[in-house]
């Protein structure tokens, strides 16, 4: 049985009991249109005693199930069996504990780390979910996958497609919204892409039909396969906590596909008895693409035991449709204002006791260019989760002695454009590029030296400046 008969897929909707096994392609529940979970009978599953378990694995590290840094915990996403995974050394991220970030944050010496997800193979976290999602769809057999992305989503699949060879990617952007970096991975691995005249909210809406219609593997993440995976990056922040429960969990929120998988992560986790309490979480969204703080911190949508009134959610997207509100952020990572996953989000901000904040993209560019001079380099969205907690800390939600893990998402690389606007001494590139988002200074710019072609002024400039 290549998938496991205890895993099945059912509706998150409380008031529906529409159930169905992994082999079936779905991103929607066909008796109520809400999101799909995939469950599991655990009892006729594997689950170890402890999570100390998992440290047996390391000595494993030449199987390429137990490399990866998903499937070494394959106990804990046990929906396929081990011969059908797909990975490519996926997950082999670092947790680490930053002093010098820290004290931006405001906090004591020590409390502050950085999940550092810009170190998989396609340089974001999204390689965990879309290495759960190939393997389901490898395992019913797809031919084709598609996605609609900001970037990296199409990255990390057209990456898996050129790598594996077992299906071809069909990748949907929004035009002029993508950065260079991720972009240019994705026609380098060789995906059929497909720009659209339209944003991230229209190319997500175009993927869905023209998926369903053409019977194409969709692996967005709404594909819950891909939360899955992603479930891995808190496995890996426990791991190195060495299976302590940190305070709070800040990632940045965009589709809210991460925000989601951590709260179902730790739900599971809670219930198996292999953690005694789950740690807070707090989803940052940008200024420019705010909905989920809006909905959730102005408007008070909760996921009330799963009869969340969506009523004020529809009533939120007409008014954006009204006035024509597009979302708008230098954070194109997290550029989206229909974020798909939004009741999982919910409910996971129901189960970890959560907060939603929104930071400028001011605070995200400065934030990224202290996360950089401590030596870890991300791009614009993944700085949301610094500014975010560090705006947590001001209002004392969070307190300097908590112990804080922040999800940097994507790799430094992505967005060079940003970087260098942002450390630029041109003005014009500046106003260009950050000055049109409201972006006033680069607080933290690190400008480089402009030296006649002359030994002894190049030397004197080294001696003035070093
Ligand atoms: C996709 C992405 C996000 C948003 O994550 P969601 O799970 O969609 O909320 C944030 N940062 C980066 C770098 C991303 O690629
Ligand atoms: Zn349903």
Redesign the pocket.
């Given at each position: 049985m290549p998938l496991a008969d205890f895993a099945f897929q059912k509706c998150i909707s409380p008031t529906c009991d529409f159930v169905c096994g992994c082999e079936e392609v779905r991103v929607s529940c066909p008796t109520c249109g809400d999101l799909l979970d995939i469950g599991y009978d655990w009892s006729r599953s594997q689950v170890p005693k402890s999570l100390k378990y998992f440290e047996e694995m390391w000595s494993r590290r030449y199987e390429p199930l137990r490399f990866s840094g998903i499937w070494r915990f394959h106990e804990l996403i046990p929906f396929a069996s081990p011969d059908l995974v797909v990975t490519v050394g996926e997950g082999q991220t670092l947790l680490q504990q930053t002093d010098s970030v820290g004290s931006y944050v405001g906090m004591k010496p020590g409390r502050l780390h950085l999940q550092y997800e810009g170190m998989n193979p396609s340089g974001?976290?999204?390689d965990n979910g879309m290495s759960a999602a190939f393997t389901h769809a490898r395992a019913i057999g797809a031919r084709r996958a598609a996605c609609a992305s900001?970037?990296?989503?199409s990255a990390s699949l057209a990456m898996y497609c050129a790598a594996t060879k077992l299906m071809k990617a069909i990748i949907f952007i929004g035009s002029g919204k993508i950065s260079y970096g991720k972009l240019s991975q994705a026609l380098d691995y060789g995906a059929l892409t497909v720009q659209i005249a339209g944003d991230f909210d229209d190319a997500m809406a175009r993927v869905q039909e023209v998926s369903r219609d053409l019977g194409i593997c969709l692996v967005n993440?709404v594909n819950p396969f891909r939360l899955e995976g992603?479930k891995s990056v808190m496995f890996r922040v426990l791991e190195a906590l060495r299976w302590e429960v940190p305070d709070w969990i800040v990632?940045?929120?965009?589709?809210?596909?991460?925000?989601?998988a951590f709260g179902k992560a730790f739900a599971e986790l809670k219930s198996l008895g292999l953690v005694d309490r789950v740690p807070r979480l707090a989803v940052i969204n940008a200024a420019g693409a705010d909905t989920l703080y809006e909905l959730f911190e102005r408007r008070g949508l909760r996921w009330n035991g799963g009869h969340a009134n969506m009523e004020i959610a529809h009533h939120y997207y007409n008014e954006l449709d009204q006035l024509g509100r597009k979302a708008n952020t230098i954070?194109s990572?997290?550029e989206?204002n229909r974020?798909v996953?939004l009741r999982k989000c919910l409910r996971a901000l129901e189960f970890m006791d959560g907060v939603v904040r929104q930071v400028s993209d001011q605070e995200m560019l400065d934030a990224k260019a202290k996360i950089a001079a401590g030596g870890f380099g991300c791009?614009p969205?993944?700085a949301a989760s610094v500014a975010g907690a560090r705006l947590l800390r001001d209002q004392g939600v969070i307190s300097p002695d908590d112990r804080v893990v922040c999800i940097l998402?994507?790799h430094q690389l992505?967005d060079p454009t940003a970087t260098v606007a942002y450390h630029t001494t041109d003005q014009d590139k500046f106003n260009e590029v950050l000055g049109s988002r409201g972006v006033k200074r680069a607080s933290f710019a690190n400008r480089a030296v402009a030296v006649p072609n002359d030994l002894g002024e190049i030397v004197k400039a080294i001696q003035l400046y070093s």
């Open positions: 974001s976290f999204k900001t970037g990296n989503t993440s992603q990632v940045p929120g965009g589709n809210l596909g991460n925000s989601s954070a990572a997290i989206i974020p996953n791009e969205a993944s998402t994507g992505k």
